[in-house]
């Protein structure tokens, strides 16, 4: 007994060894980020001799540079906004059409249903040309609306809200019925406090794929006072030559949003996604 007591031990410390390198390794590009911010470009670029800490002091006025240059008050603005915006649209619908999906009868209904498995199956990149069409159309080009446009719906989060409701009891429902409930009150009451789960796991993955959206906001948001973080990021990069700690400090200025989000809503972060079997 104590040998196979130990040689749990000895197993739950080289996971735990194992575990730590791994975190090391995951936090490297962040630590060479910062570093290479307070560098000087030649430092940045130089291969030999090799620089890991800046030789020549530590250069803070480059976070200065990049936020007066760049206005970053207005890409947190953007890109919070498109994300809560998304995250509201996406919980929404995928609610409802989950529930009529997972519930209600209609002619037609396997059909749509195949229609929505088909969507998560098509790259994304199909989509663009005809929502940019609509938004086009609509004249909400350079505007919030048009950097939500396509996260009003999401397939994926259909498919999981509908999972979800068929995994509840249906005597619940009846009860609620019984009881005098309608259909709205059914929904609001019942399904959506049960299905709390999977509606924090999809506002999760909509707020980080909304956070590292790139081609869509660079496509419908050409104006400087509209971008997003991602895209204002994108256009940083020079034709001949870049700034190189401009780039990294500008990086981390992007990433602390995300930051901030995780540390206040950790819990939740890690529930979703144990809940919801996914990745990121």
């Known amino acids: 007994m104590e040998g196979y007591a130990a040689k749990q031990a000895r197993t739950k410390a080289l996971m735990h060894v194992i575990l730590i390198i791994m975190s090391f390794i995951m936090l490297v590009p962040f630590a060479w980020m910062i570093l290479t911010a307070l560098k000087t470009n030649q430092e940045s670029i130089s291969v030999s001799p090799f620089y890991i800490f800046p030789h020549h002091g530590w250069h803070w006025e480059n976070f200065g540079t990049v936020w007066r240059s760049y206005n970053f008050l207005i890409l947190y603005k953007n890109t919070l906004l498109m994300i809560f915006w998304r995250v509201v649209c996406a919980v929404l619908t995928a609610t409802m059409a989950g529930y009529a999906f997972g519930r209600l009868k209609f002619p037609g209904k396997n059909l749509l249903f195949s229609l929505v498995l088909v969507q998560m199956m098509i790259p994304a990149q199909i989509f663009i040309i005809p929502q940019y069409l609509m938004v086009s159309k609509l004249g909400m080009l350079n505007t919030q609306f048009g950097l939500v446009f396509p996260g009003l ?30 259909i709205g009150q059914r929904v609001l009451k019942i399904m959506m406090p049960l299905t709390k789960s999977s509606m924090v796991s999809l506002g999760i993955f909509t707020a ?26 994108a256009k940083m990069q020079g034709q001949y030559g ?3 700690p401009a780039m990294m400090a500008a990086a981390t200025l992007a990433v602390l949003p995300m930051v901030v989000i995780y540390v206040i809503f950790q819990k939740q972060f890690v529930e979703g996604i144990a809940t919801s079997g996914g990745k990121l």
């Not at 995994?167 to 005098?180: N, Q, S, T, Y």
């Not at 590292?212 to 991602?230: E, F, G, Q, R, Y």
């Open 153 to 182: 719906v999401t397939a994926f989060g259909t498919y999981l809200l509908k999972t979800g409701i068929e995994g509840l009891p249906k005597d619940l429902e009846e009860a609620a019925m019984i009881d005098g409930c309608n």
């Open 208 to 233: 980080v794929f909304a956070f590292k959206d790139l081609m869509w906001p660079m496509i419908v948001c050409t104006n400087a006072a509209t971008t997003t973080l991602s895209a204002g990021l």
């Open 242 to 244: 870049s700034d190189y």
